[in-house]
């Protein structure tokens, strides 16, 4: 089955250390996405990527960081400066050239 | 003012109600207007998705859009608890890369 995979589902961070975030995708979109999901605030996006190599800083990229070497691949690293990163964290996929993106079933991350 | 705006509900109907979710919006560029549903900390699911004006129909579902008036709803005919969800409004513009502006949501409840 086609689809997006987030791993893992639920995560525990103690100040000061950094995570990463898996996600991959096998519907051969060129395009990633990844978004933060906080209560009363809706998506806001934290980082893109329209093709192998290359990503762009979304709305609140400060406190993150990506890598794209693989088409299917889009990992999310949560650094120690990311000031607030208790939230659901979702990743999503399109074809180049529509918005139609589709998304992975998120994972929670929790700072203790 | 938030580019698109949401209802947070809840929403609470009985079984086989009719519902009503709408999303306002500021941006006229948006031409591209999509409806996912988000279960409890599951990721959003995209249920139907239009371009430009008009309407669409998938089964119990209808989207409309209404561009002179910045407004678009989804219906649900029959609802069924397994209904009850959050559902998010999404919309883009029609320009290189495709950014969505998200709704923050509406939390619908359907009793049985």
């Known amino acids: 089955d086609g689809g997006i995979t987030q791993s893992p589902k639920y995560l525990f961070r103690k100040e000061g250390q950094n995570v990463t975030l898996s996600c991959e995708q096998n519907l051969n979109h060129d395009a990633m996405y990844w978004y933060r999901q906080d209560p009363g605030q809706g998506l806001r996006l934290i980082y893109y990527?329209?093709?192998?190599?290359?990503?762009q800083k979304g709305d609140i990229a400060e406190g993150y960081s990506v890598s794209r070497e693989k088409k299917e691949s889009f990992p999310l690293t949560v650094t120690s400066a990311q000031k607030n990163p208790t939230a659901f964290y979702l990743c999503?996929?399109?074809?180049?050239?529509?918005?139609?993106?589709?998304f992975g079933p998120g994972t929670r991350l929790t700072v203790l | 003012q938030k580019e698109v705006e949401q209802d947070p509900g809840p929403l609470s109907v009985p079984e086989g109600a009719i519902v009503s979710l709408n999303c306002t919006y500021s941006?006229?560029?948006?031409?591209?207007f999509m409806w996912y549903r988000q279960y409890s900390r599951k990721g959003p699911e995209l249920l139907m998705y239009?371009?430009?004006?008009g309407n669409k129909e998938d089964g119990r579902f209808t989207a409309q859009v209404d561009k002179s008036s910045k407004y678009i709803s989804l219906f649900i005919r029959d609802s069924q608890p397994s209904d009850s969800a959050t559902y998010l409004c999404a919309m883009s513009t029609f320009t290189g890369f495709q950014k969505l502006v998200f709704g923050t949501g509406t939390r619908l409840l359907v009793s049985p």
């Open positions: 999503a996929s399109s074809m180049l050239g529509t918005p139609i993106q589709y």
């Open positions: 990527s329209q093709i192998v190599n290359d990503f």
């Open positions: 239009t371009y430009s004006s």
């Open positions: 941006n006229s560029a948006f031409q591209y």
